[in-house]
């Protein structure tokens, strides 16, 4: 009976002081305040409606939307986003097309319209804003690292 106590307290142990470890290094992303205060919400970010398409951070991120969305309708009988990405509109819209993948259902079955699964685009699509980063990034491009001779646009040479 003893030992088994003992073998728990020796087998707890390291992960009380790894908790402790990163419980410090972890960003306080909800500010100084403990979790038990209330505290006002920040005030909301304002939204980048320039039209101008922003880059993408990873391969697969869905990309940011550079245009007001305000009373857009996403409702069981109308989906506003779809009056101009859709394929058949973007002609008319010159929006770019959603893309294939949204065709698709999740075996990868391109289907005859858009997939369930990617009828609510807010889910995924979110506004550009003027927000500042929660935590501070270094991230350098692997084209910048790899390759810079191949950057001239970058002014290395
Ligand atoms: C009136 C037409 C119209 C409607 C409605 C519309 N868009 Fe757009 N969207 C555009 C156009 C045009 C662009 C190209 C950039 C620009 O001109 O703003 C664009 C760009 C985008 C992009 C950027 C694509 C990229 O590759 O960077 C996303 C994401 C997007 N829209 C999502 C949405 C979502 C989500 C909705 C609905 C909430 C929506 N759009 C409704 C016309 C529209
Ligand atoms: C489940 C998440 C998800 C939903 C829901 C979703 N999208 Fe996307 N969307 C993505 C991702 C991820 C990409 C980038 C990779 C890709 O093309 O699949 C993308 C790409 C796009 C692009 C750029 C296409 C291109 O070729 O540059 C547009 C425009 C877009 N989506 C519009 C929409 C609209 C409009 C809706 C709603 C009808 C919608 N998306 C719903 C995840 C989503």
Same mark, same amino acid.
């Given at each position: 009976m003893r030992r088994s106590v003992f073998a728990i307290l020796i087998g707890i142990g390291p992960c009380l002081v790894a908790g402790a470890i990163f419980a410090q290094d972890a960003? /306080?992303? /909800?500010? %100084? +305040? %403990?979790?038990t205060t209330d505290t006002p919400a920040p005030p909301m970010a304002r939204q980048i409606t320039d039209d101008v398409r922003v880059g993408r951070n990873y391969p697969d991120q869905p990309p940011v939307i550079p245009h007001s969305i305000d009373g857009y309708a996403m409702d069981l009988n109308a989906?506003?986003?779809?009056?101009?990405?859709a394929r058949k509109f973007t002609e008319q819209s010159q929006a770019p097309m959603i893309s294939v993948t949204h065709y698709q259902d999740r075996a990868g079955n391109t289907l005859g319209g858009l997939a369930p699964r990617r009828y609510v685009c807010v889910s995924c699509h979110v506004s550009q804003t003027n927000a500042k980063p929660l935590v501070e990034n270094a991230f350098t491009d692997m084209d910048a690292i790899a +390759? %810079? +001779? /191949?950057?001239p646009e970058r002014g290395r040479h």
């Open positions: 960003p /306080r992303l /909800r500010g %100084p +305040e %403990p979790f989906n506003k986003c779809m009056s101009c990405h +390759e %810079p +001779e /191949r950057q």
